[in-house]
Structure formats: C-alpha cells, structure tokens
C-alpha cells in the first residue's frame, strides 16, 4: 500500500478526512454600485479651463466612471465631463464634475491611450436620474 493510500485511510478510519473542495475562483465586488459596460463619447475639460478635449467612456456606475484619455492628468485632477449618448432619435448628454482617483499609465503602451478611474462628485441638475436610467437600460440590455 502506497504512503497516500495509506494516509488516505487512516484519515478516514479517525473521521478526519479532508473535504473535497470545487476548484475555481470566487470574486467578491467591492464596488458599492455595479459598473456597467459600454462605450460611449465623453467631452471633458479641467475644472478651471475652457479647453474640452475628447474622449471615451468605457464602463460606468453610480459611483464613477473609466475612462480613455489621450492626454495625461494628475490623480486628484478634477474635471467637468460631458457624456454624449443617443435616446431614440434624441442626442443627450450627461453633465457632471468627477475626480480623478486612479490611473493606469501602462494602458498608454497597449491601447495609446490613458486609463483613468473618474469619481463622481456633482451633477447638473435632472443629470444623475439620466444616468440611472441609462445605466438600467444598458444592463438590461446586456442580460
């Protein structure tokens, strides 16, 4: 008898037998509001400063949003964002002043772009509502 058979069943004859676990991974979300993917054209300019640049919204949230910027910011940097999207035959847009509270300069390599994790810290009035409406679509759209 082999040292792992063996072992196999002295564990058993006492009742202390390893429970045979499923392997994989479990993720838990930490986020407090789901972030939702899609992608969809964001102005943006500095808090303090009349020039907008461009860029594109990769997922969003309640809470916040990631970014794609051509141009590199400073973490603490806050900008006054406009998301553009379409409703029927309508074109919105979201306004809201965010923060920049992470950055991944690496991306800049691989996709010749900056990514950014903006925060949400206001919204023009009626903005936020639009936002949850719009999130709600897309996620049901995805399911």
Request: charged residues 30%; aromatic residues 8%.
């Amino acid at each position: 008898m082999s040292i792992r058979k063996y072992t196999t069943a002295v564990r058993r004859k006492k009742g202390k037998e390893k429970p045979k676990s499923k392997e994989g991974i479990f993720i838990v979300e930490k986020r407090r509001h789901p972030r939702i993917r899609f992608e969809l054209p964001l102005d943006y300019s500095l808090v303090d400063s009349g020039e907008t640049y461009g860029g594109i919204v990769g997922n969003a949230s309640e809470g916040g949003l990631l970014v794609y910027l051509r141009e590199p910011i400073e973490i603490g940097t806050v900008l006054k964002i406009e998301i553009l999207f379409v409703r029927g035959l309508e074109l919105n847009t979201i306004k809201a002043i965010t923060k920049a509270v992470w950055s991944d300069l690496a991306a800049k390599k691989v996709l010749g772009e900056y990514r950014y994790g903006l925060e949400f810290q206001s919204f023009q009035e009626g903005d936020l509502q639009k936002l949850e409406t719009l999130l709600k679509e897309v996620g049901e759209a995805h399911e």
